[in-house]
């Protein structure tokens, strides 16, 4: 019986120590380190290898090493194995800090004035209040509920956008596609905390663009999949959108010449806003292992038909 994990290799390596670690009585891979493949119990991967169901025939439990699990293909996994993606605190938390620097960043222009620093332009913005900033989340589970969380001491008026109602202390909160013009013409600030499904595919384009206050900006920090990427140069082109910060893109790397490399009102990062911490995520795992092996409900579980 092993674990076989796929993912980055440095990582990979700091997996394989706290393993070693906190159980030493499962034996630990790191792929292509497979060893025999009808061994191989528990598989956690970034990228899934081809005919999983072929090639380990005895898996029990497939992880997403991320929160997201779009990079799956669900017919290509045995319909009873479950699918986990990873609930650990270090993507969480790496997650608040990064949308909050991102609201804070288009907040106080700073994609403006990076470029005017370019420029050699020395010209102020005059600033708006926080209590004159609105901000809105697209998806409400488990990071957009944190961001929203850590917003609050700002000021900013808060609200959400989710499938299904929710409830959060000084949030207004709106769900389904019918509230979403609502929601979007109250919005500043947008930030995307979707999960990417056929749903929420190119959900950000220009239809959602012209619903929101002209010169509204934009956080993208779900999947590239999301954003209708010509959609958006367009949008930032004919002034319905002032700025974006951008942490996926739908091709990654961002491929040479692509414009987001150049924009002066995009501020690019290589999706970086949460990574997996290997010590938690190892908890995690175990921890998962343990209730599976004693039959109980597992955390994280996908639901292959909702597709997240
Ligand atoms: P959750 O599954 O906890 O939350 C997803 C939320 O989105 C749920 O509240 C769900 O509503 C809502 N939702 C799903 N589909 C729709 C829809 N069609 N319309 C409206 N709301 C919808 O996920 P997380 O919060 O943990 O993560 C969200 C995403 O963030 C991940 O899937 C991943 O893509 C991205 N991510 C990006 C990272 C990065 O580094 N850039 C890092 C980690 C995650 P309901 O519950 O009502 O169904
Ligand atoms: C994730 C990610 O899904 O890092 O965890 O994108």
Redesign the pocket.
């Given at each position: 019986m092993t674990f076989l994990y796929k993912a980055n290799a440095t990582r990979g390596l700091e997996w394989a120590r706290h393993f070693a670690a906190r159980a030493p009585e499962l034996p630990f891979r790191l792929w292509p380190d497979v060893g025999d493949p009808a061994e191989v119990r528990y598989l956690a991967v970034w990228s899934p290898p081809e005919n999983i169901a072929a090639t380990f025939r005895n898996l029990e439990l497939v992880f997403s090493v991320?929160?997201?699990?779009?990079q799956f293909d669900f017919s290509q996994l045995p319909p009873h194995v479950p699918l986990i993606?990873m609930l650990e605190p270090g993507?969480t938390e790496?997650?608040v800090e990064?949308a909050t620097m991102a609201v804070l960043a288009l907040h106080r222009d700073l994609v403006h004035f990076i470029a005017q620093q370019r420029q050699q332009t020395w010209r102020e913005i005059r600033i708006t209040p926080a209590a004159k900033r609105r901000v809105g989340v697209?998806?409400?589970?488990?990071?957009?509920?944190a961001v929203l969380e850590r917003l609050k001491p700002f000021g900013f008026p808060l609200a959400g956008?989710?499938?299904?109602l929710?409830s959060i202390e000084g949030v207004t909160c709106h769900?389904?596609?019918e509230t979403l013009p609502d929601f979007l013409a109250q919005t500043d600030i947008l930030v995307c905390?979707?999960?990417?499904?056929d749903?929420?595919r190119g959900i950000l384009n220009t239809g959602l663009f012209e619903a929101l206050p002209r010169g509204a900006q934009l956080v993208n920090?779900?999947?590239g999949g999301h954003l209708v990427e010509a959609d958006l140069i367009a949008a930032l082109e004919r002034g319905l959108l002032s700025s974006a910060v951008l942490?996926?893109a739908e091709q990654e790397p961002l491929p040479a010449g692509h414009p987001f490399w150049s924009h002066p009102r995009i501020l690019l990062t290589p999706?970086?806003?949460?990574?997996t911490t290997p010590e938690t995520a190892v908890e995690f795992v175990l921890e998962t292992i343990g209730r599976h092996r004693r039959g109980e409900t597992l955390p994280g579980r996908v639901d292959r038909k909702?597709g997240?």
């Open positions: 991320g929160a997201g699990v779009d993606r993507i790496s997650m990064y697209m998806g409400l589970g488990l990071l957009g509920q956008w989710n499938r299904s929710r769900a389904g596609r905390l979707l999960p990417l499904t749903e929420t920090v779900g999947r942490d996926v999706h970086i806003a949460s990574m909702r997240y």
